[in-house]
């Protein structure tokens, strides 16, 4: 890299967050010419152990945790959290920042073919670890991701608006490609695991139940589904073309608080698709007014086109009577 051809384009950009970014950047290109070459690179997606909070570990995760931690000593992060790691480390004493990453995002498709990412979340650094993560999500200064797919982007927001960045593999340098990024208001897409319908909440059995009857339904309209099963790729979907992604909370044990983690995931992710003009809540309450108790704590997420979230969060307040599956009157739900 040079002073003339820096790796990504800093107009518009706080000073104090163009070191960081630059590196992540750094990070995200290289990572993605390894994910280019695939089994050319070796095993990638060979597990190589569990986290300490029970998630599995394939390879490339700890090759991404590893390139991003030091990558980022020297450019004013003070304190850095991994999905990877079970405790914060320390890398700058003086520095002014904290930064929060999920550096492999999706790795079980990593051996198919599918997009995968990294997400990133920076809040001002205090004088503690604990005090620098666990605080409400709505005090992130800046939330990213990069998803690694036909193309590699950088989708990125300090909080005012969302801005799109393309990478170039002739030359290593991200372009900006769409200064405004909004979410579409209107769709007819959902984003759900559908195998696990008999464990989710009554309202979101509910929702699904009424997309799915089509235009017989109170919806009168029918829906495609979706899952990827990579949150950033479920993310850049609806950013490019609308519509609602659920992961709920469910009956199963581990997973009654829901799955995806509060900092590493769902708080960056909350930030962007608010500032394009979308919602993030748990169901019934907004992502970006938690605060995680824990580093490594989950939450349920519900996330896109602010109507669709907006109606989901209406199914929430119905009765109990109306959100059973057997219930198929409910008029207010109407189109």
């Known amino acids: 890299m040079t002073q003339e051809h820096p ?3 800093t107009d518009g950009i706080p000073d104090l967050l163009q070191p960081v970014l630059t590196a992540l950047s750094n990070v995200a290109r290289d990572l993605s010419k390894t994910i280019a070459k695939g089994e050319l690179a070796g095993s990638l997606g060979a597990a190589v152990g569990g986290t300490a909070h029970g998630d599995d570990q394939k390879a490339l995760d700890v090759i991404a945790d590893d390139a991003f931690s030091s990558a980022l000593k020297g450019t004013g992060v003070r304190w850095y959290a991994s999905e990877e790691q079970e405790h914060a480390v320390a890398l700058d004493d003086d520095a002014s920042l904290a930064l929060a990453i999920d550096p492999l995002d999706g ?3 990593i051996d198919v073919n599918v997009s ?3 997400i990133f979340s920076v809040f001002p650094a205090e004088d503690d670890a604990q005090g620098s993560f666990l605080r409400p999500a709505r005090e992130q200064i800046a939330a990213g991701y990069f998803i690694y797919g036909p193309q590699t982007a950088l989708i990125l927001t300090v909080g005012d608006g969302v801005r799109s960045y393309t990478l170039d593999p002739d030359t290593g340098r991200f372009h ?6 909004t979410i579409p208001p209107v769709s007819t897409e959902f984003a759900i695991n559908a195998s696990n319908y008999r464990h989710w909440p009554k309202p979101v059995r509910a929702y699904i139940d009424d997309c799915l009857a089509g235009t017989d339904g109170p919806r009168a309209q029918n829906f495609n589904m979706r899952w ?5 790729a479920e993310t850049h979907r609806i950013l490019s073309r609308g519509g609602i992604f659920l992961y709920p909370s469910d009956d199963r044990e581990g997973y009654r608080d829901g799955r995806l983690r509060l900092i590493y ?3 960056p992710i909350a930030f962007l698709v608010e500032q394009a003009g979308g919602k993030a809540t748990t169901g019934s309450d907004p992502i970006l007014g938690l605060t995680a108790k824990a580093l490594h704590a989950r939450t349920p997420m519900i996330f896109g086109s602010a109507e669709k979230v907006e109606r989901v969060a209406a199914y ?3 009765p109990e009577q109306e959100t059973s599956a057997l219930f198929g009157q409910r008029g207010l739900f109407r189109a």
Do not use: Q
């Not at 990827?228 to 950033?232: E, F, G, H, R, T």
């Open 7 to 9: 790796v990504l384009p």
């Open 107 to 109: 790795s079980s498709n």
């Open 116 to 118: 995968i990412g990294t």
């Open 176 to 181: 900006l490609t769409n200064a405004s990024v």
């Open 228 to 232: 990827i099963a990579s949150l950033v």
């Open 265 to 267: 995931e769902c708080a």
């Open 316 to 318: 929430y307040d119905l």
